[in-house]
Structure formats: C-alpha cells, structure tokens
C-alpha cells in the first residue's frame, strides 16, 4: 500500500471512505469523488502509458474526455475494456486497471526503441518505403507494423452486460451543466417548459467544481449545488448527469449516452450498463465548455507536462496534484490563475514562465516574463526544464510538474455535426461556432466564446430565452448573481522556435511540428491532407487539443492567418461511444424479432428442425427415430405426401385482403396476367412485374366475393409486395375503390397436399361437397370446419398433388394441425417441413426465390404468354426491350445428371458438352437443386440460354469452386406429372 | 430525421420506408405514341437536384399513408409534407 | 359450437401475467378487433352506420373512443385514413367482422383482425420508464384514449393509452408475441432491477 | 526523385531536406488536350494512365476543393473482384489485377493488403448464390472458396456461432480481395500523374461546360475558362449535379452511405468480414482501427453526414455478428455522398456530346474499381473505344433493356 503523497487540502474526495484499486497489478487508495487519474496522481503514479508511434512515456495531460494521453484497460476477461481514458475513469472499490500498448511492461516497453529511429519514422514515411520486394507487404512489413500499432486490446470473450436504448422527449436539451448550462436550465425549468440537463461528469458543475470563483456570496461550486437541488424538485426538468450527448443529427434529434453502471463493479442484475438515448429536442443549448490547448516545445510530452486548467482542476476538486514542485508556462492570464490557485494549496509553485513580453506579476512566485521553456529532462516524468529568458539566457529549472497553458477552444464539436463551419475570433485566438448551427441549437458560455463566469451565466440565460420564445413561451429574466467576469487577456503563442528536440502536438499520435514542416515541405498543405497525411487530430481525443496547435504551425510555414489556412470540422461522436451501447438489446437471439407460425408449439412438440425464412422460423423437417440424415426424413415426407397425405403449415405466405368497388380492375393492373374475369368462388395464379419488366412476385390470388380477394405473396415479398401495391392505390390510381389490409398474421394456413387430401379434408370441413365437380382445381369457399370455425378453403397446389390450402383464424391454427393430424391418421398422413416443400417443388417445376431473382423476366421463366398485352398493367411496356426479349434468353428449364450418382449443385454453371470451361463460354446457372426420391436421382432448374429449344442437349455441369463436373441432360422443368392431372384430380 | 404527418403530426423518420423523386407518380400512359421512351424517362431518369427535392416516403410504422416530402438534400430541411393521394389528385391522376 | 381450442398469442392455454414494482405486463386473449374502411363516396353512410352500431362518432387520427349499445361496450380507434379499428368483447362478438359487414354493406370493406395481433395491457407507475426505453412515442404526453402505431424494439404494433402515465395497451404483431413479451419483460427488469 | 527504403534513411540522417512537393500547384493553362473534371481516385488515375498508357500530354486534372476530398477518402479501403454478372467481373478482375502492381507501378506504398475477403453465409439460399457467383469469379479467372462454418470458425472463431439470432452457415472467401490504404491511393496517383506533366488544379470548380454545335470546347471554372479538346468527367456523388451544366440527366441519385472507425485496438480482425444477415462489414486498419459500414441512408443526400438509424443498424449488426466487441468504442462516423445507379452498376461513356465523356454511378464500390476506371475510361477517352472489360458501362443500356443488376433490386437505387 502507497500513502497518497500528492494528496492536499481541500477538494471534492470523500476523504471518509477509502476506495482500493489496482494499476499494474500494484495496490492503491483513493477516495470516493476520484477518477483513476486523480487518484493515481494523488499517489504519485505519473507514468500511466506509452504513445502510438514512438512509444514515449506519457502521463495525465488534462482533466476530462479530450484526454489524450492516460488510456488504460479497465477489467478483465468480458468486461475488458480498452482505451478507457483513466481522467473519467470514476474510482471504485476493486477497479482494476492496466496500461496498454507496452511490452512487457509499462516502464521498460521494448517498442520505445521506436523513439531512437523516430527520424526514419517520420509523417508519411511509410508511403515512401516497405514495396520491395513486393511479397514481402503482406508477410513481413505488415504484420510487423499491425503488432507495433493498436492501442488497448479485446479478451474476444462476449460482454456479459445488458445495454438499453431509450427516447426522451423536451422542450429545452441543456448540453454541459457547468455555469452556463445550470443556468440555461434553471431559466428554462422555471417557465415550466420540459427540460433535460445531461452533463458528461459524474457530478454536475463543470468548471464551477475546479475554480475557487465566487458567485453571488457562495463558493462557485455551493451555487451549483443549490441550483441542482432546485432542479431536482421539479417534475419538468430531468436531470442527467454522467450522460454525453454524442451527437447532433437532423431536426433537433440527439443522441446521448448514460453510464449507468461504469462507476461500479458489475452492473445490478437485469439492469443496463449504459443506456444509449435519442432525445427529440425542440431546442437545445450547447454549453460544453472549453478546451486547454497545450504549446509545443522540445519534449513537451514527458509525464508532468500537463494543461493548466488542469492542474488546478485536480487540486481544487480532487485534492491532488502532479507533484509538490509545479512550474506554469503560458500565453495568458489564466495560466497565472493554475500559480495563484496552487500556491493557495501549498505547492511549490518555482516560477511562471510566460511568453508575454508584459505579462503581469504573480504573488508568490517569480515571473519570467517574455520567456519560453526550450527543453525537459526526466526519462519517465520531468525532472527539470530549460527557459529561454527574454534576453535570450537560459536557465534550468527543477520541477517535477509543468503546468501548459496556450488559450483555451470553445468545445464547438456538436456545432460541427452538421457540416457547421466555426469561425475565428481573434479575440480569444480560437474557433467559436459559426453561423450555420444545427437548426434549433444555440451555444452558451465558454462554447460559445463567453470565458468568463459572469458570460457564462449570462449567455446561458439568454440563450435559453431565446430558445423558449421560438418556442412561444414567455421567460422572465432571472437575476443573475455577481461572478467573476474578467477578460481574456492572451498573446497567441502555438509552438517555441529555436530550440532543439521534437515538439509535439498530437501526443497520443506523436505527430510534432517537425512533421508539420515536413507535410508543408511536401505539399500537403491542405487541412485535410495535412490531417491525413501526419494523422494529427486522428487519435481517440479527435484532436480537441491538437488540431488548432497543428493548424497554427501550417499558418506560418504558409504565412496565411489560421481562418486562411482553414478548420477542420468534427463529426459524431463527440467521445467515443461503446458498440454495445448503440446496439442495445439487439443482441444474440434478440438481434431480430422472431416471427413463430401457429404451429410453432406443435412442431416443437414432434421435434421438427427449425429454419430461418426471413424472420419467421419454419420447420424444415421433422425427424422420426431411426432418421440418421436429413435427407431420409425429407425423401419420406416426400413420398408419404405424394403416396396419401402430407400437411404443412404455409401461414408465412403473405395474405393482403383486398376489397372494394375496383378490387378486380385494380388487382388486373397489378398482375401481369388478367383478373377482371376471375369468377367468385375462384382462385388464379398470378404474376407480379416490377415496372422494368421484370418478374417480381408470384402467389394466388382468390374471388371471395365480387368486391372482396384475398391475394398471397411470397414469404419474403409479403411486406414489399403491400408497400407497393400502396403505392399504386395512392399514388398512381387514387381513384380506384380499393382498400388493402394485410391478414397475414390473422389467418393459420395449412396445405394439405396428396391423394388423400380430400378424404381428409372430408372429415374437418363441415358439410361442402368437395368433390371434383363441387369444388375443383383453383376453387375457393369461405367454410367452417371442425363443427362450425369459421375457415377458409382454397384448392391450390404447390407440389402438384391434389391439394387444398386450410385457413382458420390463428387462435385455432395449433388445434388445427392437431386436428388435420389426428383426422389424417388412417391415411398415414405426415407433416412436412420447408425442405420437403421445396423437394416437389423442383419436382413440379414451380418457381420460387431462387428463381425470382429480381434479373429474370415471365420469358426467363417460361410464363412470356401470361403477360398480357392488352391491357395496362405495371411493368408490362418496359419488359418489351430487346435486351429482355434476346433470341437466346434464359429459359427455365429441367436438369439431370446422367449418371444418378452425380450431383447437381445449385449455383453451378452449364457449358457445352465440349470446348472450353470460362465465363466466355457460360450457358446458364443452376437455380435449385434437390434429390428427388420420386425419381431417385438429383434433378436441378437451371436458367439456360435459348434453353426451351434445347431439350436433350447433354450439358456439362460445372461447380469449380467445389471442383465437380458433371454431365447433365437438359429436360422439361416439370419432372412430375408435367400435364398436371394430379392436381386436377 | 422528423417527418411532420400531415395527420399525426412529427413522426421519427424510422417509421417510413422511403422510396424516391415524386416524380414516380406521374406514371406514363402505356398506350402513348412513344409509351417506351416515356416509360425509360419515368424510371430511370432523375433530377437528382442537390436542394429542393419532392420524395415520396411511406409511413410503414404508420398509417401506411404515401407522402410527398419536400426536402432539401443539402440541409435535410423539411419544407412541406403533403398526403402523395392528394398530389397524385392534384396532378390528375384518378382511376 | 365447434372443438377446437385456441392457443394465446405466447402459447399458452390461458393468457400470461407478469408483475413487477410497479408495473404489470398483462397478456389479454378476450377482445375481438376489425378494421373498417370507408369506400369512396360512401364515408359519411360508413360513419353514420357505425356511429349507431358502437354508440360513439368515430374519433379523428391518433384518438379513439369508446361506445356502448345496448349493455354492449365497443371502441374504435382510427388507423388509416378514413380507416378503424373496431374493439369489442370476444366472447360476444367472435363474429364482430362478419357483423359489421352485414351492416355497412357496400360502404365499407370490413376486414377480421382479432388474430392479427397480440394485445398486452401495461399498467402502473413506471410504464412511462418502460415505453421510453421501447418506443419513439413521447408516451409522457399520450392523453386519455391516444392511439399510435409505431414500433415497440423493431416490431412494429400500436400504442393505446387508456389511463395518462399509467395504463397503455400494446398491439403487436400477433407472430411476434414472444419477441414483443420478451422485450417487455427484460425492459421491465431493466427498469426495476 | 524515387521514393524508397534507402532514400528514407538518406533524407533522415540529412534532415529531410530533399523531400519534394509529392505534386506542384501549378496555375492553369489556358488549353489543354484533355481535362478531367474531379481530383478524386478516378479522376487522377484516368490522368495517370492517359499519360503512361495512351501517350496523351497536355493533360489538366479540375478539382474544386483539394484532391482526395471526395469518396476516396471517405471509403473504407475495400478492395475485390467478387461480383456475378459478366458485365462487372471482368472490370472488376482487370482493377484487382492493376491493385496488385500497383505500388511499384506509382513508387508509393498504398498499402495494397490482400487480406480476404468473407462473405457470410447464413440460409441454403445464400449459400447457392454464393456458389453461383464463387463460380462465376474463377470462371472468369478471380479467386473464392466455399467454406462451410467450420472453416469460417478456423479463420473467425470468435464470430456469434452459438447464439444467433441468424446461424453461420458458411461463407465465400476471396483471398485475393483485401484493403488499400485509400488516401495513398489519390497521392500516389497524383504524384505518378504529377511527374508524367500532369497538372493537377486544386481550388478549381467547373462552373459549365462551352459547348459548340454539340462539341465541348472547354470548361468554365472558377479560376476562368479552360479550352479542351476532350474533356471527362468523374465526380462521382455530384455528377447529376456537373452533368446538368452540360444539359443531361442521368439514372442516378445521390445518396450518403456512412462510414465508422473504432478506437485503436491490437490485431484482432485479419481480414474483411461480411454479415450476411445484417448491414455490417469490418476490416481492422494497420492503425489498429475497426474500419466498418453498413447499409445507406435510404434517402436522396449530398449532406455528406447521415443519421443515428442507420448508425445504430450498423452496430446492432456488428454486435450480433461479434458480440466480444460490446466494450469497443466507435470512434468516429463521417459520411460520403454515393452516385447511385439504377442498376447498381457504373457507367464508362460517352455522351451525347461530342468530346465529352462520363464517368460515374460507382454506387458504394468506386474505390476499389479506381484503377480499373481510370484505365478504361483514359482508354475511352484515348481511342474513343470502349475497354473490353467496360463496354457494358453504357448510359443507354435501361433504354435498351441490358441492365447490370447484381442485386436484383431494379430501377431503385437506394436499394443496390
């Protein structure tokens, strides 16, 4: 156990409770109210990772998400969790924490050898080497450069915890609790409008918890405190703290993400670790601060060299510091603010180095005024510093800590997500939002410019007036209390010249100003190539305090001002945002809804596989004891079907109930064959086009009534296919009396297919005739079965048996199959799966989705004289081209192997019985294959070119990819009963 | 994105199936000297405008109503939202 | 009457309850829904029609409304336009489509629903927790009798407030049941674990 | 000045002083031979190969922002020759072909990794049209494999196969296919196409075109007017908007399709994965980044930016595909504006002008045709003859009913 030697007065901390965690494997203490950086600074732990590139020792740089630098693991096995930045890493008791991208450990990392070759390694370098001999990218270059590269790592086991996502409605989203947020919120939560305040901290506050400002007669951070209690109380306002809204997308929709659970152990059972929300926000004020950016000099990365706002945000709210001898190093008057604040806590403070030639005195300790620091020492952490005085002596200081201050960015980021460009401001030396904000956003406080505290409870104030009067509603203007309200008082300064030694801006991606130089020396001059090119601005922090100091140094090498030389934009999200959490629940099995048929109990009850059709789950077969292969249950059901009787549950057909006036003239420009004559009491098979001309989709569709069809669809067109017929009632024909309903899920429907179906359906339908002559081929009545349910009764075949279609409302559908089963009994009847289905299928030549393959027209499919000519009907004038009606189109046609033993393969390709096997000689592919027990052998359709004119053509059947060729004889589709007298029988 | 139904009101944009240019309610006449180049025009063609565009969107999680949204594709500002019915109407369409 | 015995939408002979801290998932099997759409020009005879078979004017978009004739309780909500959902007691009215056809004759074109969905009632004081976390709906603001469809964890199915903040009905897509009950029931653990 | 191993030692251990611009800015000329319109991928490599290929000098490429800007680098890096129709494989084997000497041809390392290619399987009907199009690709002489689910699990074993919602069936594998480093791409061939006398205009927009009795003569540009023999355009994501200044309209819309990358992780994903069931497809950058996409927008866009639906589709794909990727973090979503065809496929042509040529429709997949385009179209241009591998890349071919659907999907482009 360590004593926590950088531990001081004051602060935040509980210091009652005493919270163990780990880092590296070595015990320490920190108290509640810490982030691991807090607490790993308040024991003296200053080196906490190694960069990208070089593998330089780095430590803590800032104090919240735009950290850089302190990138850890947290947790083991499927809670790993790489990249954590331990500067919003909440303490808890057992944390357990490691640094990454070191080997083999974080203080002796055999990568930092990098560092010693960094001048080979230089912006762009790899472009430039690594492509000789050409092998040797992939096998050596390569994977070298992978292993070196990446930062944390993933265990690969699943995360065990839950993520939720949510909707949240408001009037008012308040971005950033700090001053201007509390007060944005508080303006708008006392005109009673819906507010939400969501702040990224685990407590809300902001710069009012890491300043010793006062407003009004209390400490900044009391203020706060009081105006979340009166938040609190109020049923319109929902406060949202340890949530980071991510992004800013169309129409005032946000996205944020709550922590619910990362500050503890293990999240409580059944509840989320985070909870991804989108928030529907009339209007939204941005308040999210601003951002310190560093200033480069020679080794300005050691472990020490921290932002100024930092370190006093680490002291005044967490009671910790770098180390007891801090130096301060800036270009404005905030820096001297990190001296006077330390001083207060007792910290060495040996001297303030500032560039300003004018800079005012600091109490306490010696100002070198008009000064640079040229250089650091300290192998794992700074020991001491070089100055470069005004008058150009140097001088070597001792200090264990450096706190950098150059400016500080308005935190502009979400201003960015819709393309907004930010504009400079020479006044603060920094971008501010620019003109074309996501619509209904405002910006407040130090995001929008305003640095003091007085500017940011005022703009916070006003924007949140001006949000609510868009919105209609009256505010009154709250009394603002006093606060601090000094200028920014800065000499912009981005980089110290002069000196030897790498200087960096981007420290995690260790781009320096070097780089910079030598991106301009080759013309990457542009913003973007210069990102690109160097990567600045491209780690983890999305270069919040990197861009602008690397923008700055193009500026001069260009000698254009910085709004010359140009801004990048920021795009989503504004931190980075676990994969589980956007994913949510839809996870595993959960990954899609689950579609059951009415018989799915049943099915589950006779053992049947299971198979996914879209989202509906079938059963493929139902396996009987003794059934070792697949291929036997499908084969008996099969020919048990075709001998007596076989039931299936086909629910998963899409059903639309179409009804109306102009039902029929509206389903006769729909189908490309004709319905207007369909009699009632009939049913039609029919062919849909796309209106290219192409076959889309094909089903029945039954006269109920005059007025009244009930039209079926493919499993996987049911939804398109509704959507589309929509469209042609309101769009095209908004005339036409039709209404649709889809009944898809209303009805149970099961075929009931073979010689025997009748005698079967005899005992379950209530007194109809169904005899040949009563109720034939393609009949349809609306009957009641099992002693009076209501049902419907369509004669349709699939598999070219006699057969009929049973539909029962689906309440009844588990009875029914139950029914049809114990009735079928004395035929031997036997349920079949998708798989049989799809065996007699192919058998009778019908086609399905394979077939229907979205490129293949009626012509392709042997059905060119279903489509109508005389009339007009969707797709019928395009599919006319030439390109669709070649003389040597696809046809549809049969395939058998003329050694039974050979297999034929769906996605196989058809050549010539002799010449040559290339895509130059393509004839045709094979849609569906199956075994047919019927024939006993392998048949197949296939598309073959000029197909119909080559009956008895032997083909070879190629599958390269599986190495089998085969030869196959070219046959009629219809393998079974092709004059279709059994299923008019 | 944010759909304001013309009839319900703001509607997440999820809930629509989108299609494409309003455009595809002015369907052709298949018995017209050039049905053919008509047909082409009206399928393929777009303006594809980078501003203004009317669209049709579908309200599937809805009251499977079409609509005409006029968006700007630069933006993604929604200006009007009208019932596609009402322009299909209005544009003669009828039986 | 006829033997065969329904199922629920879950599967079970009889509907299923789960309860939680403040909230109760009731599976409900006792109503019978139809929708009813005007055919063109004949919406006024349509709306009359139905106005005296369920004793209430049919309610505008997103309402619903509730009737009584003869000791015999109904509700409607609109769906589409000049569409309706009609609600009724199953046990009285098995045959409500069938019904309702024979009343409105050629004004309308009536179609049978009950089996198309499945029907879970949320009720108690963190249903607004739980529907937040399913669905895009601002469910907070639902009034007395609001009625939206939307999609509740991608499956899509109507939201029926029938007591604000308190008292919701789910309509889901009835071959869903179990996808649609399992988000429920793992969102409410969520909310109350 | 080459760029190579020895020449990197050389220049550091003398300061890199002898680092040249990898292009001059040059002003533009007031003609020139041919002008290309658009300093993307196809733009620069069309100049390259007009240059090295087709002997063609005097050669300006227009862009109106600053090169590379647009989809090429906005991808994400894939590279394949995986397609079914023989109007597009052949193209597509021709550009994996130019891809793989690609580095030595231009001296500059893009990055070329054939690291395979996966496409998941997930039903028996996924996995017929896996072996019809695994079979059309080595019939016309590229590389797959059929692997069943244990060899995907040898390759992958830490994919959802226990849990799924929709199993893994098996996959098709593409060994040759991979990813390039996308930004090279555009430097590289602007750099090779710099040195062969190319200029390359960057901050010049193509405000119209001067056509004169149906012959282009030149471009107006923001920078004035350039005097052009022949003139090409290939602005892909904004070329109904350059083709409208020259009076046509196209079969294409512009939509955006979103792009992600994760934080940096160590190596966990050696290839490129496919979810069948899904929108999700992921490689792993040499940065160590999920590089990773999914499905478009759906609606017409040149927003260059797309919405939390589609963001939150892509990672519930990912999660269910990967579920040990639940504590990665998306780091960053950008997005690029797709010329979306009517058939999926691109279109290499000529127009009804004369001198005036069109390149563009590349959907989602224009980066890895870059090479291949721009040798076709500069052999267009060139020859005014269609390359063999392109002939079938016409703007008349809905007309004429010989449309190159790979997807099936029709005449609606947000579906392909």
Known sequence: MTVQINRVDGGRVDRGQRIGFTFDGVRYEGHPGDTLASALMANGVRLLGRSFKYHRPRGVLAFGSEEPNALVELRRGGRQEPNTRATVAELFDGLEARSQNRFPTLRHDLLSVNDLFSRFLTAGFYYKTFMWPRAFWERVYEPMIRRAAGLGSVSLEDDPDAYDKGFLHCDLLVIGAGPAGLMAALTAARAGVRVILADEDFEPGGRLLAETHVIGDQPGADWAGQVLDELAALDNVRLMPRSTVIGAFDHGVYGAVERVADHLPAPASGTPRQIFWRIYAQRAVLCAGATERPIAFANNDRPGVMLGGAVRAYANRMAAVPDRRVAVFTNNDDGHRTAADLIAKGIEVPCVIDTRADAPAVAGTDLFAGAQVIGTRGRLGLRAMTLRLADGSTRQIDCGALAVSGGWNPNVQLTCHQRGRPQWDDAIAAFVPGDTLPAGLRVAGAAAGRMSTHGALESGAGAARAALADLGHATVAPDLPRAEDAPVRLQPFWHVRGARGRAWLDFQNDVTVKDVTLAHQENYVSVEHLKRYTTLGMATDQGKTSNLGGLAVMAELTGKSIPETGTTIFRPPYTPVSFGALAGRSVGRAFHPVRETPSHTWATEQGAVFTEVGDWLRAQWFARPGETHWRQTVDREVLQTRRSVGVCDVTTLGKIDVQGADAAAFLNRIYANGFAKLPVGRVRYGLMLREDGIAYDDGTAARLAEDHFVVTTTTANAVLVFRRMEFARQCLWPDLDVQLVSTTESWAQFAVAGPKSRALLEKIVDDVDLSNDAFPFMACAEVTVCGGCRARLFRISFSGELAYEIAVPTRYGDAMIRALMQAGEEFDVVPYGTEALGVMRIEKGHAAGNELNGTTTALNLGLGRMVSKKKDCIGNTLSERDGLNAPDALRLVGLKPLDPGDPVAAGAHLMAEAGPVDAGHDQGYVTSAAYSPVLQTPIGLAYLKDGAARMGEVMRLVNPLEGTEVRVTVVSPHFVDPDGGRQRA | MIIHHPLLGPRDAQEFVYLGDASLIDRPDWQAEDAAGAFHDYLYLRDNPAGLHRELWFHEQGDRSWLVVTRDTTTHEITSVELARDVARARGRSR | MHDLIPLSPLGGAAPQVDMFDGLQIREVTDRALASVAARLGHEAVCQGTLRALIGADLPGPGQSVEGSVQGLSYAAFWTAPETWMIDADHGAHELLAQDLAQALGASASVTEQTDGWCRFDLEGARVCDLLERLCAVDVRMMGQGGVTRTALHHIGGYLWCQAPGRRFVVLGSRSSARSLHHALVETARSITG | ?416
Request: aromatic share 10%; glycine share 16%.
């Open chain 4, 1 to 416: 000045m080459g760029y190579s191993g020895l020449r990197v030692i050389y220049e550091a251990l003398t300061g890199h002083k002898g680092w040249k611009p990898a292009w001059r800015d040059p002003a533009p000329q007031s003609e020139y031979d041919i002008v290309i319109v658009g300093g993307g991928g196809h733009g620069l490599a069309t100049a390259y190969y007009l240059a090295r290929e087709f002997g063609q000098a005097r050669i300006a490429v227009l862009e109106k922002g600053w090169i590379g800007g647009g989809n090429v680098g906005r991808n994400t890096t894939i590279i394949r020759s995986n397609y079914l129709l023989d109007g597009n494989e052949p193209f597509y084997e021709l550009s994996l072909r130019l891809w793989e000497g690609l580095e030595q041809e231009l001296n500059f390392n893009a990055m070329v990794s054939q690291r395979g290619i996966l496409n998941l399987v997930h039903t028996d009907a996924q996995r017929d049209a896996a072996r019809r199009r695994g079979n059309a690709m080595i019939l016309n002489g590229s590389d797959a494999e059929l692997l069943d689910q244990d060899g995907v699990r040898a390759l992958y074993p830490f994919l959802n196969f226990d849990d799924a919602r929709f199993p893994i069936k098996g996959g098709l594998l593409h060994r040759r296919g991979g990813t390039v480093r996308h930004d090279g791409v555009a430097w590289g061939y602007a750099r090779a196409a710099d040195r062969r006398g190319v200029d390359i205009i960057q901050n010049c927009e193509v405000t119209g075109f001067r056509i004169e009795n149906g012959r282009v003569r030149g471009v107006e540009t923001s920078r004035g007017y350039i005097g052009a023999g022949k003139v090409g355009v290939a602005v892909a994501g904004s070329s109904s908007r350059v083709m409208q200044k020259a009076g046509l309209r196209l079969p294409i819309e512009s939509h955006v399709l979103q792009a992600f990358v994760s934080e940096g992780l160590k190596p966990l994903i050696p290839g490129v994965i496919t979810f069948g069931a899904g929108h999700f497809y992921c490689s792993q950058s040499d940065k160590g980044g999920l590089v990773f996409g999914g499905d478009i927008d759906m609606y017409n866009s040149y927003a260059q930016r797309g919405n939390l639906p589609v963001i939150e589709d892509v990672l519930e794909g990912g999660m269910a595909l990967i579920p040990a990727l639940g504590r990665v973090r998306l780091l960053r979503a950008w997005g690029g504006i797709m010329d979306m065809s009517m058939d999926g496929s691109p279109f290499i042509d000529r127009t009804g002008i004369e001198g005036l040529y069109f390149n563009g429709g590349w959907c989602y997949g224009g980066f890895k045709a870059t090479p291949a385009s721009g040798f076709c179209f500069a052999h267009l241009m060139a020859t005014d003859r269609p390359h063999a591998v392109a002939g079938a890349y016409r703007l008349d071919r809905f007309r004429s009913g010989h449309m190159i659907d790979e997807k099936g999907q029709g005449a609606q482009p947000n579906l392909h």
